[in-house]
């Protein structure tokens, strides 16, 4: 460190030599506290930052399995299958009436409802065929009595020959504007003859 002590010089040439010590001293001695008051900061990196996330997809609710009992019922049975007659009906039309498999049918074109048997006692199941007795075929759905149409050159649209053991039979009802549908139950009456819930196949 330079020390000048500007009071002893006094030639007039070292004038300017004594100002420039003076200030080249002061500065040296301002340095050290400059530098401790203004300390050197290094630049600090900014953060890295990382892209929002991407928020997660909600899970697809999937429907419970269905039980099964709710499976059996969702499971409709159709009206149009054939439903064979119970074991007790089928005696009773047997051991009063004469008969068995006693059907009901539509026509191709709906207009006319067929009903069949087949005869095993021909004096029980004469009734079927007396000419005196009008059949009617009572639609439970629809509630329309049907009969049987008489056509001119043919007559009556029903078998009314005598009856015989193993021989079926049938009848015709009109069923003009189709009130009786496939599905439908209906009742057949002969006379006291009388079969009742019948499907329509």
């Known amino acids: 460190m330079y020390r000048v002590d500007c009071m002893n010089h006094t030639p007039a ?5 004594v100002v420039a010590s ?7 001695r301002s340095a050290p506290a ?10 600090v990196a900014p953060a890295a930052t990382s892209p929002p996330a991407t928020p997660a997809k909600p899970a697809k609710r999937t ?14 049975v159709s009206p149009y299958h054939t439903q064979k ?13 004469g008969i068995q498999e006693p059907r009901v049918s539509s026509t191709s074109a709906g207009n006319l409802i067929r009903f069949s048997y087949r005869v095993v006692d021909v004096t029980k199941a004469s009734a079927l065929s007396d000419k005196k007795l009008t059949p009617y075929l009572y639609g439970q759905t629809s509630h329309a009595l049907l009969s049987i149409p008489v056509m001119e050159k043919i007559g009556p649209l029903r078998q009314a020959m005598p009856p015989e053991v193993g ?10 504007g189709h009130p009786v549908k496939p599905g439908d139950r209906v009742d057949v009456i002969i ?3 009388r079969a009742d819930g019948l499907l329509v196949e």
């Open 13 to 17: 040439r070292g004038i300017l030599l």
């Open 22 to 28: 003076c200030a080249l001293g002061i500065a040296l």
């Open 34 to 43: 400059r530098a401790a008051e203004d300390p050197i900061v290094a630049p």
């Open 63 to 76: 429907a419970p399995p269905a039980s099964p009992a709710a499976a059996a019922k969702s499971h409709k």
């Open 85 to 97: 007659l119970a074991e007790k009906a089928k005696q009773i039309y047997a051991s009063v009436w």
């Open 167 to 176: 021989h079926d039979y049938w009848m015709a009802f009109s069923n003009k």
């Open 191 to 193: 006379g006291s003859f």
